[in-house]
């Protein structure tokens, strides 16, 4: 409701999907998960998800919050989260700008037995520290094991260890700090994407 040129919105009085939309506008720009995982079947699942980030500096923790199913699989589980529950393994590889449309095509709403790596045009990259490939072509790629999956009403906040990262030249200053501006990541903002602009201090 307007008033006094302000929008006031109470969650008991718009829907699950308009409330959705105003977070995913205002929490913005989201860095984009690009999740790869293997089914006990050995078939290899690549999603992307933008509801990401750092969830502990010690142990170094990663925070992925998954989705139910959507489209014709609405009310199902995602393919990720069977495979991070079963496996208990994967990995979280990052998406500059060059591989937004390989990303994209992996968003797709495919059978669980189709090999989504070959369905985005990537190159699996064996794991170091776990049985999931990463994404050659990505710059960086964080190998996790599971540590706890905390279901938050429709969607599951998993949480993975870091046990591996691997860096690519190009995406590395020194000193372990990444060269930011060399691979040009990608951010999610409410179904359009965007590339930062130049950093500054303040």
Request: charged share 20%; proline share 5%; glycine share 6%.
């Amino acid at each position: 409701m307007e008033k006094n040129n302000v929008f006031e919105f109470a969650t008991g009085d718009i829907t699950i999907d308009e409330m959705y939309k105003l977070m995913i506008g205002s929490v913005v720009p989201r860095p984009i998960a690009w999740v790869s995982t293997r089914s006990m079947e050995g078939v290899l699942n690549l999603a992307p998800f933008s509801f990401f980030t750092v969830a502990s500096r010690n142990p170094a923790t990663l925070l992925l919050s998954i989705g139910p199913g959507v489209g014709e699989r609405e009310g199902t589980v995602k393919d990720t989260l069977v495979n991070i529950r079963e496996t208990g393994e994967f990995v979280i590889n990052v998406v500059p700008a060059v591989l937004a449309a390989s990303m994209q095509r992996s968003s797709a709403d495919v059978a669980s037995r189709e090999d989504e790596f070959q369905l985005a045009g990537v190159t699996p990259k064996a794991g170091i520290r776990v049985d999931v490939p990463s994404v050659l072509e990505s710059p960086i790629a964080f190998e996790l094991t599971l540590d706890r999956i905390i279901e938050v009403g429709t969607d599951h906040v998993v949480l993975g260890k870091v046990e591996h990262v691997r860096v690519n030249a190009e995406a590395y200053a020194s000193h372990y700090k990444i060269a930011i501006e060399s691979w040009q990541p990608l951010a999610s903002l409410a179904g359009d994407f965007a590339l930062m602009k130049p950093a500054f201090s303040v």
